[in-house]
């Protein structure tokens, strides 16, 4: 659907409209980052000034909350049918649906469409109409993410809203406002809702009292990890833009906020298209799924309700962590004290129910970690697991190897281009040192007694014999 037009120029008679007020600072074209605030004049806040300086004040009633849209659908029939019928799923849903009417009412596609408009309406068309994050990438784009994190998540998030959109398009194709509006000559798409999708992820955050909302003009604020600003939400639900004690930012200069906190490279490229030149990988999550030869598989798939993730944290030493709880139902099995049952309730209902050591641990199928301590097998559960994971950290490591030279022919943005294999070093460096240190643990695990014992060794083994014989018996348990 084309976007209506909202100049740059024009966004100061916007504000005073709308009661947003900057203190001396702008907005300005930012080099490959599109727009950004800059200072009009030095300012600079003393480390010990308990009163940091305003930049920017929002009125609550521009805030783009869930409340907000329930607010909106209470003056506008029209839009509360269409909440009635398509939203009300989640906040971010309801969100959606908002923007999408936004859209279609600053479009030149409906001219005659222009009686109901909000602030929003007109801010909407300064938003862009590209968003660098990957659900926007070409085909050609996304084959150089093969082999990283990213891989899986885009798709499945690509499926996933493909999905909305056509559920979105089923629920209200009967309500004959929005069926003209919307669906009639198929003016809005699904690329539309992706680009909605878009630029909620790349410009809402988090609020205190609002919770996850958008917000015009503190949106146009772009990120730095050494940030020179910080928001806030007032008790009047005002949202305000504060420069951070013992910050000095001179005349012309960017400044920025932090929306990275603890988010690691994957998500910041998925959430806003770029990543920090000076990022480490952080962390990254793959899926897994349970052995081919498991005839307990679908059970175990069943009662873990989630879809199973291996999860890699680096840490300050540079000895990565993982957590995979479903590996541990992977690697535990009937012999071990591992059973599915079938409970029949009264009402004529079964459930699956999962036991371990003859106790229900259905509603504690991800804490299997913690059920297997104390048992006099553990360490041979953990070499179970560990070796599992580690074939799922080498199988990846070979994914990405092996992806690099295959990319999809096609035109393919330099700077996309640079950040996903900004991505795929980030992410290879990290799995190679988990498989390092995976291997380690499992040397460990090897040289405990109880294992040791376990695979009758029990008398002193001559070191390497019993290290040949090991590491050719590694099969056995896993
Ligand atoms: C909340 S918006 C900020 C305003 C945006 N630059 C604009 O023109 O509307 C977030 C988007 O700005 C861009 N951005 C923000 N900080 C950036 C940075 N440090 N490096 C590259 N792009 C950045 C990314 O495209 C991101 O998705």
Avoid at 175 to 187: F, G, I, K, Q
Avoid at 371 to 383: N, P, S, T, V
Avoid at 459 to 466: F, L, M, S
């Amino acid at each position: 659907m084309r976007r209506g037009e909202f100049p740059i120029a024009s966004l100061p008679v916007w504000c005073s409209l709308n009661d947003v007020t900057f203190f001396d600072v702008k907005v300005g074209d930012i080099e490959g980052k599109g727009y950004g605030l800059v200072a009009e004049r030095d300012l600079v806040n003393e480390e010990d000034n308990s009163e940091s300086p305003l930049l920017l004040t929002i009125p609550k009633d521009l805030v783009l909350s869930a409340e907000a849209v329930e607010e909106y659908a209470k003056e506008d029939k029209n839009f509360r049918q269409l909440l009635e019928a398509a939203g009300h799923r989640s906040h971010r849903g309801d969100v959606l649906l908002f923007l999408m009417v936004q859209l279609i009412l600053s479009s030149p596609d409906n001219p005659g469409a222009k009686n109901i408009v909000t602030p929003w309406t007109q801010y909407f068309s300064l938003l862009p109409a590209k968003v660098p994050i990957p659900t926007m990438w070409t085909d050609a784009e996304l084959s150089h993410l093969r082999g990283s994190s990213l891989e899986s998540a885009v798709a499945a998030k690509l499926s996933v809203l493909t999905k909305e959109f056509n559920d979105v398009r089923a629920r209200s194709s009967d309500l004959l406002y929005w069926n003209d509006l919307l669906w009639a000559d198929e003016v809005f798409t699904v690329h539309d809702w992706v680009l909605l999708d878009a630029l909620y992820r790349s410009r809402s955050l988090g609020l205190p009292k609002s919770g996850e909302s958008m917000v015009p003009c503190l949106d146009l604020v772009n990120h730095s990890r050494q940030s020179s600003a910080y928001f806030e939400e007032s008790s009047n639900e005002e949202v305000t833009l504060l420069l951070r004690e013992g910050c000095a930012v001179s005349s012309g200069q960017e400044i920025t906020i932090d929306y990275g906190q603890g988010k690691s490279a994957a998500e910041m490229l998925f959430s806003y298209g770029f990543i920090d030149s000076d990022a480490t990988a952080k962390s990254l999550v793959l899926p897994v799924e349970p052995t081919e030869d498991d005839p307990l598989a679908k059970a175990k798939l069943h009662v873990f309700g989630t879809p199973p993730t291996l999860q890699i944290h680096d840490s300050e030493d540079g000895v990565p962590q993982w957590t995979a709880p479903f590996i541990y139902l992977v690697c535990l099995n009937e012999e071990d004290g591992l059973n599915f049952a079938l409970l029949q309730e009264n009402d004529g209902s079964r459930h699956l129910r999962l036991h371990w050591q003859e106790e229900d641990v259905t509603d504690r199928a991800h804490e299997l970690t913690a059920l297997i301590d104390g048992h006099e097998l553990r360490q041979i559960f953990e070499l179970r697991a560990v070796t599992l994971i580690q074939e799922r950290v080498e199988q990846q490591i070979k994914s990405l190897r092996d992806s690099h030279s295959n990319a999809m022919p096609g035109i393919v943005r330099a700077e996309i281009l640079q950040t996903a294999l900004h991505l795929r070093n980030l992410e290879a460096d990290l799995l190679e040192r988990a498989a390092r240190a995976l291997e380690d643990q499992k040397t460990r695990l090897l040289a405990d007694n109880s294992v040791i014992a376990y695979l009758g060794f029990v008398e002193e083994p001559r070191t390497d014999e019993a290290g040949a014989a090991l590491s050719n018996d590694e099969e056995d348990f896993s």
